[in-house]
């Protein structure tokens, strides 16, 4: 699955952006997606999932009620709508794939970050104060 992030930009402080995030490949629709962030100097942040139905969502505390996962299967689009944003979320956004499917044995929810692989390339979501 190859992904591409899209949708950043700048915007001030207390506004939204929707990033999107188009796969390749008919294996999306099986897999579940994740959202991360990279901001300058720090590690990567994982931030939201969604199952592969779209059945069950997980979000960081760190954006919880503020940011919502969603996904599009007939689109292969995963999407993160984010609301009342802040300085602090300027960072790099990316979109990755989990690895394996529900079938496998070792299967849970929520993913820890350790289980997404296959990131796509990022989009820079700047918010000014």
């Known amino acids: 699955v190859q992904l591409q992030a899209c949708g950043g930009g700048l915007v001030q402080a207390g506004g939204s952006l929707r990033l999107s995030c188009v796969a390749s490949g008919r294996t999306f629709v099986r897999r579940d997606m994740g959202w991360f962030r990279q901001a300058p100097g720090k590690e990567r942040e994982f931030l939201a999932a969604i199952m592969w139905n779209g059945g069950m969502t997980f979000n960081a505390d760190s954006v919880k009620g503020r940011f919502t996962i969603s996904r599009d299967n007939a689109k292969n689009t995963v999407y993160l709508q984010m609301n009342s944003l802040k300085p602090e979320d300027t960072a790099v956004y990316y979109c990755?794939?989990?690895?394996?499917?529900?079938?496998?044995?070792?299967?849970?929810?929520?993913?820890?970050?350790?289980?997404?692989?296959?990131w796509g390339q990022g989009t820079l979501v700047t918010v000014s104060s």
């Open positions: 990755a794939t989990r690895r394996g499917t529900i079938y496998d044995p070792t299967y849970h929810w929520p993913p820890a970050p350790v289980d997404f692989g296959s």
